[in-house]
């Protein structure tokens, strides 16, 4: 949503229409008033929320992961999956190779 060159109030107003979730539970708990202009809102989410956000790793991670004696493949390439979806940088070489290398030999 952007609102540039909007009065600040009208962009206090419009913040809270993008929240979802517990985002929303909190701007509805502040105090009505109490926000003078559009920045403190955002400071405040900020420091409500940055300990939540999304951390991205580097695909070298990806090579931390390994598949240990108890745990069945399919567990294992759920979690790759999952990891892999928080790298940044995703190499196919190093994907391939950490995917490969760290699988639990059979026999």
């Given amino acids: 949503m952007m609102l540039y060159g909007f009065p600040s109030k009208i962009a206090c107003k419009a913040f809270s229409l993008i929240l979802k979730g517990s985002a929303r539970v909190w701007f509805g708990s502040l105090a009505p008033k109490s926000v003078d202009s559009f920045g403190e809102p955002v400071r405040l989410f900020l420091t409500q929320f940055m300990s939540s956000r999304r951390r991205w790793c580097s695909a070298a ?25 928080t790298t940044n940088d995703q190499d196919e070489n190093i994907t391939l190779a950490a995917l490969l290398g760290d699988v639990w030999p059979l026999s």
């Avoid at 240990?68 to 759920?78: C, F, Q």
């Fill in 61 to 85: 991670y990806l090579l931390t992961i390994k598949q240990t004696e108890n745990k069945s493949l399919k567990s294992y390439l759920t979690r790759f999956n999952k990891e892999c979806m």
